[in-house]
């Protein structure tokens, strides 16, 4: 099985995964402004800081835009609900058969 993306996957892939990565970058936003309107002593503060700095190390962990990493990041994309097969529709068989299995775990 190779690890090639043609020209068009290149484009599928790009907008799936700016996709999604905008919009967990927006839930994480909205969680934060409501976090920081309700916040009214310093614990509050801290656990609002600690909500942003787990969230981009999760974000920064899971969203990896390298051709080898996609599987991967696709399935488990594909696994929290973050995007649809429909969204990836286009790829490869084999490519589609990868995200799949990644997804399965």
């Known amino acids: 099985m190779s690890n090639e993306w043609s020209a068009s996957e290149k484009k599928i892939a790009r907008r799936v995964f700016d996709a999604a990565l905008n919009q967990e970058l927006a839930d994480v936003l909205q969680v934060f402004k409501a976090m920081a309107a309700n916040a009214a002593d310093a614990e509050a503060m801290w656990a609002t800081e600690e909500f942003l700095s787990t969230a981009r190390r999760e974000i920064d962990a899971k969203y990896d835009f390298r051709y080898s990493q996609l599987h991967m990041v696709f ?29 399965e775990f």
């Open 75 to 103: 399935g488990k994309l594909l696994r929290e609900g973050r995007i649809a097969e429909a969204d990836i529709a286009g790829l490869s068989d084999d490519n589609l058969n990868k995200i799949l299995r990644c997804a």
